[in-house]
């Protein structure tokens, strides 16, 4: 049940951009990103909805694919702090209330 | 407003011993989860609680029991710890379920069982 991932790294340089997906196998309601710095707690990005409604973050962005169960994220103009691991968590349908996520993917960026 | 808390923060094991981790939200969430992470695995839902009064299984919950005790607190028990279970445990809240709401993350326990 675990979505997987890809890239499992990405290097950029800052003001690159990157794309991160996220694919189930199961259909989905909800996918959810998280952001984890190094010896810290994940902390919430965005909520993509089945229907297409997104709530999170203003300067990244996101999709959700319904049909094929995926959903990618968008970094523009990356950022020093944007590094660290993205993690999607993925709510299934008819299995609510928790999120099963995925191995993450990191993200590295230097000046 | 100090958000979830998680005690202990380090703690080191013999194998077969027995330890509770606590987790407590100040946020008036409904729904608690307990999670494991171990390198390369991402995330893993241990147990949960949707609400108080109910617990549930997530994905990996051999070897561990939780109880809801209150609206507030919810602990994770390890009645034979092994080296399995070396790992950081992370409880989260979320004000009811994850429909709509994000979830809030504590600080993190870091357990190695010798």
């Known amino acids: 049940q675990q979505p997987v991932q890809s890239p499992q790294a990405v290097i950029l340089r800052e003001g690159e951009d990157a794309v991160i997906n996220c694919s189930s196998s199961k259909a989905l309601y909800s996918v959810h990103w998280y952001r984890q710095k190094h010896g810290e707690a994940p902390i919430f990005l965005m909520i993509?909805?089945?229907?297409?409604e997104q709530k999170g973050h203003d300067k990244i962005s996101a999709s959700f694919n319904e049909k094929k169960q995926q959903s990618s994220l968008y970094l523009t103009a990356s950022q020093l702090s944007y590094s660290g691991t993205y993690f999607c968590?993925?709510?299934?349908?008819?299995?609510?209330?928790?999120?099963?996520f995925g191995t993450g993917t990191r993200l590295q960026v230097f000046p | 407003n100090a958000g979830v808390t998680q005690t202990p923060k380090f703690q080191v094991l013999k194998t077969g011993q027995s330890m509770t981790l606590q987790c407590a939200q100040d946020?008036?969430?409904?729904?608690m989860y307990w999670y494991r992470q171990d390198p390369g695995m991402g995330l893993r839902l241990i147990y949960y609680s949707a609400s108080e009064g109910t617990t549930d299984k997530g994905e990996v919950p051999n070897g561990y029991n939780v109880s809801r005790l209150n609206k507030r607190e919810f602990s994770l028990r390890l009645e034979s710890a092994a080296p399995s279970q070396t790992s950081v445990y992370f409880c989260?809240?979320?004000?009811?379920?994850?429909?709509?709401?994000?979830?809030?993350f504590g600080p993190g326990t870091r357990l190695t069982v010798l």
């Open positions: 993509l909805l089945k229907g297409g």
């Open positions: 989260a809240s979320s004000g009811w379920g994850v429909r709509t709401d994000t979830q809030y």
């Open positions: 946020m008036n969430h409904n729904s």
């Open positions: 968590g993925t709510e299934i349908l008819g299995n609510t209330d928790k999120l099963i």
